[in-house]
């Protein structure tokens, strides 16, 4: 009896040893997606499987303003919507810095979460990135 109980035992461990290691494993690769709380990401446009759009938003959590960098794109018209996560769409006018990079002022708006949704309507790129006001 004691020895089944010992063989259980140690496939518990076995498993939850496996388990820890996957989060450990996952916890490494969304540390190498995240530097510095920058988002950045890349997608492929469903018209054209060779455009790739990368796309940087930083600083995340933001106080004053965030910073859009696009680059390797091939967008045509980009523009911008804030929305709060309950939903609502807030006006913004982005400031051109360069061709490649945009500054959103933040001053004024409420603490939380929001969603930065970049649009191109020629490529009908659609994407959302999620950030903080502090």
Known sequence: MAFYLLILG??????????????I??????AQSTINGAQMEGQISPNNSEAVHIIGIYPNPATDYIMVEIKQSQLQNAHFVLTSMIGNEIEITPEAL???????GLVGYPAGFYFLVIEDDPSQFKKAFRFLIK
């Open 10 to 23: 140690c496939m518990s461990f076995v498993k939850y040893f496996f388990l820890f290691l996957g989060m």
């Open 25 to 30: 494993q996952t916890s490494f690769i969304m």
């Open 98 to 104: 360069g061709e490649d990079i945009f500054r959103i």
